[in-house]
């Protein structure tokens, strides 16, 4: 499975981006699709998960509201779209994959900056 994240970049805070994960690979459909980010000085944390195969998701609280996990099967790609930013918002965001049955992931997309100036 090959990730490849993008659509970050500088955006002012109250700023509403959406990032992109086009996803190829064989049988991607049965995969849980994760977003992550990763700001400086802290751990990667996850945001939340999609399942590839009924579009059912998952969000951690924190983002709960605010950002919105969605995919496109025609377009082999999974979405995140995020409402609101602020400063704190700043950090690398990464896409995986796994298998729903697996506790990590196992294929990770390159990250995508995404820095929300005030």
């Known amino acids: 499975v090959q990730l490849q994240a993008f659509g970050g970049g500088l955006v002012q805070a109250g700023g509403s981006p959406r990032l992109s994960c086009a996803v190829s690979?064989?049988?991607?459909?049965?995969?849980?699709m994760g977003w992550f980010r990763q700001a400086p000085g802290k751990e990667r944390e996850l945001l939340g998960r999609?399942?590839?195969?009924?579009?059912?998701?998952y969000y951690v609280d924190s983002v709960k509201g605010r950002f919105t996990i969605s995919r496109d099967n025609a377009k082999n790609t999974v979405y995140l779209q995020m409402n609101s930013l602020k400063p704190e918002d700043t950090a690398v965001y990464y896409c995986?994959?796994?298998?729903?049955?697996?506790?990590?992931?196992?294929?990770w997309g390159r990250g995508t900056q995404v820095t929300v100036s005030s």
């Open positions: 999609i399942k590839w195969s009924d579009g059912s998701t």
């Open positions: 690979g064989r049988t991607f459909s049965t995969y849980l």
């Open positions: 995986a994959a796994k298998y729903p049955y697996k506790s990590s992931y196992d294929y």
